[in-house]
C-alpha cells in the first residue's frame, strides 16, 4: 500500500511539476507582451514572446492558455497604472486575443503550420514583412493593422511603458555605427562562429576543402527526416571522427574552460541549429531541431554570422539570435523575404562577387569567403558568344558553409570548383554559380550592368548602411577563442 502511494505520489508530483513549467513559460510570454504595451518596440517584443515561448517549450502554443494568461496580465496593468475605464481595457483585451489568433491560429490554418521550427519560420516572415506569396502579403497587412489597432487603444488609455521594457530596449551590446566595410564585417562575423563552434582559432587557418581532402570516417546516415529531403547522421565512432576531420583535429578538448569540441564533435546536422537563449547562440546545446548529434545546417551558419556581426536583415527591426531558424530560400531574393538592408548583386565589366556575399538555392544557402583576382575564369575567354560555354572548373573563389560534404564535415570552407564537381553539373548550386557567371561573362563583354534574376537561386549582399548595423549576436563559450575575435 506504502509503495503505491509512493508511486501515486511521484506521479502527481511529475505531472505538477510539468504543469508548472508549461505556466511558467505562458506566464514569462504573457508578460513580455502586455509590458510592451505602450512601448515604441511594442510589436518587436510581442514577437519576442512568441518566440520564447516556442523555444522553451518546443510546442506549438495553446492559444486559449496563452490568452487567458494574456487577460490576466492586462487587468494586472490596468490596476497598476490605476486605470478605470472598464469597457476599454475589455476591448484591449479582446484586440490583444485577435492578435494572439493572427499570428498563431491563423499560421496554423493558412500555412499548414505544425512543428514549432514551422511556426517560428512563419513568424519571422511576418515579422519582416515577407511578400513572397499573396498569403503572406495578405497577412501582412491584416496584422500590421491588428497591431495599430493594439497601439491606438494603448494610447487612449495612456498605458505607459514599463520600466522594465525601457531598459531591455537598450542594446546589450554597443551597435558600431561607423560607415561599416560590409566584407570584412560580416567575414569577421562568419569567422567568429567558425571559430567558436570549434573552439579554435587554428580552424581558421587550415587550407580549404578540396577534391583532395579525405572523407571523414566514424559518421554515418540512419535515416531520413520527416521531411523526405535530409538525412539524419548520427557519430559510431568518435575516435574515426577525431582522426580524420580536419576541423575536429584541432578542435578544443577541455583545457582553458573550453567546450570539449574533440569529444563531442559538431557534424552536419540537417535542420540543426543553436540553442537560443537571452539573444545568445550556443553550439553546443542540441536544440531539438536536427538529430540527436551537435551540428548546424546551411543556414543556421549563414544566419549566425549575420547576427554575430551586427546585421540587421531590415531597418527598425533588432538583430535576433533566432534568425537562425530561417530556411536557405530566405536568402534567394531579398525583396521578397523582407530583407530590406541587402540587395540582389548586380555584376559589370568592373564588379562581380566579393566576400561576405550570399548565395542560396532552395536548399542550399553558402557564403562568398574569398574571391581570387579573375573569380568566373573570364580571361579564359576571348569574345562573349563563349560565355554560354563557362566552364565551372575555372572558377576562383572559396566558400563557407555548413553541409554534408565529405561524408557529414558540418562546418567547412570548400574550394568552389572542387565543391561544385561534388555536387555534379546539374546540382542546383553549380547551375547558380554557373548562370550567375554567365551573366558576368556577357556583362564583361557586353560593358553593361547586370541584375541576374531567378525564382530558383539568387546572390544577396547587405547595404551596410548605419540603419541597418546593430548590437552584435553574442555567442556561448567565445571567450575560449578571444584571440581570433574580431
Known sequence: MGFKLNLFSVATFIVFSGCMKQQSAIDQSSTMAVESIGCENFQSKVFDSLYTLVEDEQSVPNTAELKLALNEKIEQLASEQKINQIDDIQKLKTEMNHLVDLLIEENKNTKNVQTPRELVQALIELEMEDISTVQN???????????????????????????????????????????????????????????????????????????????????????????????????????SVQSTHPYIKVAAGSQNGCFNVRSNPLIYDYGGAPSVTNNTLNFFKNAGSGANVLGIDCSAYVSAAIGVAGFRYKPGVDNKAIYVRQSSSKFVNAKNSGFTCFNNISVSKTATIKPGDIAAVNGHVVMIDKVGADPFGLKKISNIAQCDSLNYRNFDFTISQSSPSKNGIGLNKYVVRDYLNESGPQGKMTVMFTELGKAACKAYFNNQTITPASSAWGVIRHNGQTACLAGRVQMAQQSCVSACLK
Open 137 to 239: 502579403q495578405k497577412m501582412n497587412v491584416t496584422v500590421k493593422s491588428q497591431f495599430q489597432k493594439v497601439s491606438t487603444l494603448s494610447q487612449e488609455l495612456n498605458i505607459q511603458c514599463s520600466q522594465s521594457q525601457q531598459q531591455a530596449a537598450t542594446p546589450t551590446t554597443p551597435v558600431d555605427t561607423a560607415p561599416a566595410n560590409v566584407q570584412q564585417r560580416i567575414i569577421a562575423g562568419a569567422n567568429n562562429v567558425f571559430a567558436t563552434a570549434y573552439q579554435s582559432c587554428r580552424a581558421l587557418d587550415l587550407p580549404e576543402i578540396s577534391a583532395e581532402t579525405a572523407d571523414v570516417v566514424g559518421i554515418r546516415r540512419i535515416g531520413t527526416h520527416a521531411d523526405g529531403v535530409g538525412g539524419i547522421r548520427e557519430i559510431f565512432d568518435v575516435a
